[in-house]
Structure formats: structure tokens, C-alpha cells
T-cell receptor, first 119, second 106 residues
Framework: EVQLVQSGAEVKKPGESLRISCQGA????????ISWVRQTPGKGLEWMGR????????NFSPSFQGHVTISTDKSISTAYLQWSGLKASDTAIYYC????????????WGQGTLITVSS | SYELTQPPSVSVSPGQTASITCSGD??????VCWYQQQPGQSPVLVIY???ERPSGIPERFSGSNSGNTATLTISGTQAMDEADYYC?????????FGTGTKVTVL
């Protein structure tokens, strides 16, 4: 069974760093792109960026370029989303999602990670 | 940047048809997919490549894409279909989600 299992909720202060994770199971992790999607409280979905686990190539939405980094560790089938300086406006639920092979849609999603940034 | 616009809300009576639109420039040149999100849950794919239905998605869900508008249609809407729906497409390797539509089954 394909699963994407995300790390747990975090409470951080503005300016702090954070890395959240998304571990794939039940499939060949290196052949499917992983995207990260933000959902702010009571609002819609925003595509942040994606990574190809086979070579770590990544691309980002202009809205998020330079504010977050995406990486992977193939040895443990895990993708990461990282901030070096959180802002209150980063408070949101973050989802990882698997992009289907040859397609342009997300066929599996993680359960989401709630990040709260507050002083 | 590319934008996809959806109506904020759609109301439908049980058993009737709900249509949710998604508008974007020359959208017919792109593949559109649709996700359903129940409260507190992760999104679930209900339509991909404009009109294809994943395994396990009921036949009452269908999709189309023409001109500048893609449409998700729910025929014979059931109470369990009450949820938020998002369209999604790609523009120059950048993912774009629609603004989202809340479907209320009255």
C-alpha cells in the first residue's frame, strides 16, 4: 500500500528554523516527484514546489522561491521542507503529495503537518 | 502568474446536479484535475486529465475542459459529496490550484 507519512505538528517562534518530513512507503520513492502544498487556516491550497528524488532537481512557485528549500534522502525514502527563518504568516497545514508517473496530477497525499508560528 | 478562478460556493439539493467551474486563460491547452477535500482531511483526486476518473471514484463525478473553462459535474449529488473542491493545472512546470469551491448539499 502506497503511503506518505508526514512528521508531527510543530509550534515555533518567528525567526526559528524548521524542517518537516514526508516518508514514502509501498512504492519506488525515486521515480515519483514529490510536491509540497500549503493550506492556510480556512483557505485554499497553494502549490509551493516539487522535487525529483532521483536527482534532487527542484522547482518552486515564484511565491515561495527563496523562502523554503526542498530536499530528499533517498536512503530513507524521505522528502523534506525546510525554513531558515519562519514568519507568523507561515502558520498553515503543509501537505506532501506524490505526482503520478507521466501524469500531471497527485495520486497520493500525506496526512498534513500543522505548523504554528507565534511569539 | 497563471490563475485559476472558481466560484466560492455552490449549493445543490440531494439527487440534483452540481456544476463547478474553473476558469483560466486557454485552459483547454492544459490538463485539469480536480480534488475533493473533506473537513480535516487531505485532498483526494476525483478527476484527472480533464475527464478521467480514478479507480474507486463514483461514476457520478465527471469532468470536461473547453476554451477557458473546465467543469466538474456531480450528478445525483449525495450528502457525502459536501466538501471543498479544487481544480489544478500546470503552467510552465509550476503547479496552480484553483481558488476552491465549497459545495453545500441542502
Amino acid at each position: 500500500e502506497v503511503q506518505l507519512v508526514q512528521s508531527g505538528a510543530e509550534v515555533k517562534k518567528p525567526g526559528e528554523s524548521l524542517r518537516i518530513s514526508c516518508q514514502g512507503a509501498g512504492y519506488n520513492f525515486t521515480i515519483h516527484w514529490i510536491s509540497w502544498v500549503r493550506q492556510t487556516p480556512g483557505k485554499g491550497l497553494e502549490w509551493m514546489g516539487r522535487i525529483d528524488p532521483s536527482d534532487s532537481y527542484s522547482n518552486f512557485s515564484p511565491s515561495f522561491q527563496g523562502h523554503v528549500t526542498i530536499s530528499t534522502d533517498k536512503s530513507i525514502s524521505t522528502a523534506y521542507l525546510q525554513w531558515s527563518g519562519l514568519k507568523a504568516s507561515d502558520t498553515a497545514i503543509y501537505y506532501c503529495a506524490r505526482q503520478t508517473l507521466g501524469g500531471e496530477y497527485f495520486d497520493y497525499w500525506g496526512q498534513g503537518t500543522l505548523i504554528t508560528v507565534s511569539s | 502568474s497563471y490563475e485559476l478562478t472558481q466560484p466560492p460556493s455552490v449549493s445543490v439539493s440531494p439527487g440534483q446536479t452540481a456544476s463547478i467551474t474553473c476558469s483560466g486563460d486557454n485552459l483547454e491547452d492544459k490538463f485539469v484535475c480536480w480534488y475533493q477535500q473533506q473537513p480535516g482531511q487531505s485532498p483526494v483526486l476525483v478527476i484527472y486529465q480533464d475527464s478521467e476518473r480514478p479507480s474507486g471514484i463514483p461514476e457520478r463525478f465527471s469532468g470536461s475542459n473547453s476554451g477557458n473553462t473546465a467543469t466538474l459535474t456531480i450528478s445525483g449529488t449525495q450528502a457525502m459529496d459536501e466538501a471543498d473542491y479544487y481544480c489544478q493545472a500546470w503552467d510552465s512546470s509550476t503547479g496552480v490550484f484553483g481558488t476552491g469551491t465549497k459545495v453545500t448539499v441542502l
